[in-house]
């Protein structure tokens, strides 16, 4: 049983140091912004600097994103709730 815990052990640990983290989160080019905290925060494990700004809501904006949903996933169907409170 000592053998079969310690192998246990031995392939957690070779497994937790084969991987590499964001390994594959680079880029292969120079950022021109590499340094800059409002686009990557202040460490790379932050999240970035979002901006203050607030932008007045554009009604014309939801049509068209419940037209955009409606050619997607179809009509919208009545939900229990509804068809029970109908009657149905």
Known sequence: ?????????????LTA???DYQKNNTIKQKDVRE?????????PDS????TKLK???KPENEVRANKIREKLYGAPEATATTSIAAGN
């Not at 049983?1 to 640990?13: E, P, Q």
């Not at 340094?35 to 460490?43: I, L, N, S």
């Open 35 to 43: 340094d800059d905290a409002y686009v990557y925060g202040v460490h």
């Open 55 to 57: 932008y007045t809501a």
């Open 1 to 13: 049983m000592n053998l079969k815990n310690s192998l246990t052990i031995a392939a957690v640990v």
């Open 17 to 19: 140091v084969a991987c």
């Open 47 to 50: 999240a970035a600097a979002q």
